[in-house]
């Protein structure tokens, strides 16, 4: 069963940046396109970026020039570098397979909370 635990949130000021971190564990993390998700309070939780088994990266407009998901397969991990940030930014932030999610056989992890103040 695969394991997610997301980490690297925070409050931080509008303008400033975060590095968020998702140890992945379970599943042979190198054949699975990963995602980050968000899910801001009585909203529905949102794809924000995704990385493919190759590498290449794909973007919500909202945070296109923005964030960047990388991933480094011999730690199981995958990053979300967030500059610029803004309060609407404001969030959960999770991460998972892109497989899961769309099979809606996603179990999620706890997530970590990203605050950004005007």
């Known amino acids: 069963q695969v394991q997610l635990v997301e980490s690297g949130g925070g409050l931080v000021q509008a303008g400033g940046s975060l590095r968020l971190s998702c140890a992945v564990s379970g599943i042979t993390f190198s054949i699975n396109a990963m995602g980050w998700y968000r899910q801001a309070p009585g909203k529905q939780r949102e794809l924000v970026a995704q990385i493919a088994i190759g590498g290449r990266t794909n973007y919500a407009d909202s945070v296109k020039g923005r964030f960047t998901i990388s991933r480094d397969n011999p730690k199981n991990t995958v990053y979300l570098q967030m500059n610029s940030l803004k309060p609407e930014d404001t969030a959960v932030y999770y991460c998972?397979?892109?497989?899961?999610?769309?099979?809606?056989?996603?179990?999620w992890g706890q997530g970590t909370q990203v605050t950004v103040s005007a």
């Open positions: 998972n397979t892109i497989r899961a999610v769309i099979g809606g056989t996603a179990s």
